[in-house]
Every structure is written in C-alpha cells, then in structure tokens.
C-alpha cells in the first residue's frame, strides 16, 4: 500500500500505522517500540504545545478570552505530557542500550 500525500476527494487516507509504516521505521533505527513510542509522543505533545500557543495568541488578539484561555490551558498540558515522557524516556535510556 502506498501512502498518498494528496488523495483525491472522497478518497479515504489509509493510515501510515495501518501500512507498515511505523514497523518499517523501528526496524530502520534499531529503536525499541517503546522508545520510538515515547519520542513520537515528545514530539507530539511539543508540537501541539507550540500550535495551542499560536492559536492563544490568535484568539487574544480577536478579543476571545474565553477561546484564549482554553488555549493556554491545552499548551500547559501539552507541555505538561511532554515533561513526564522525557522523563520516561531518560530513565529507559539511562537503563538500555539502543544496541
């Protein structure tokens, strides 16, 4: 199954995970499952916190402290997610060999 950056209209986008993509990847690192997991959630979770950040800044300077609130509220537990997985993760890798 070939991953389609750009599929047309009414057409589904099959799932990388579902195509073997992220197998592939593991194998290709020689990174544990669990490792790999921890670093996409990191990831993740750091990427939605900087989203959320922008998106805080947008709704306050439309004026929507409401919006504006709930968005500062999404950074902090994103940011908050990213902390315990780095924290996961630095204990595994002290522990293992990537090897």
């Keep these: 199954m070939q991953y389609?950056?750009?599929?047309?209209?009414g057409q589904k986008q099959p799932n990388p995970a579902e195509a073997g993509?992220?197998?592939a990847r593991?194998?290709?690192?020689?990174t544990r499952d669990?490792?790999?997991d921890l670093i996409s959630?990191?990831?993740h979770a750091l990427e939605g916190a900087q989203t959320a950040a922008l998106y805080a800044e947008d709704a306050g300077r439309a004026g929507d402290q409401e919006l504006s609130q709930f968005f500062v509220q999404v950074q902090q537990n994103q940011v908050a997610c990213s902390e315990k997985a780095k924290q996961l993760?630095?204990?595994?890798?002290?522990?293992s060999s990537l090897h």
Aim: hydrophobic content about 20%.
């Design 4 to 9: 389609n950056q750009n599929p047309q209209p």
């Design 41 to 43: 959630i990191l990831y």
């Design 26 to 30: 593991r194998t290709s690192t020689n």
């Design 21 to 23: 993509f992220t197998d």
């Design 89 to 95: 993760l630095g204990r595994r890798l002290s522990s």
């Design 34 to 36: 669990q490792h790999y």
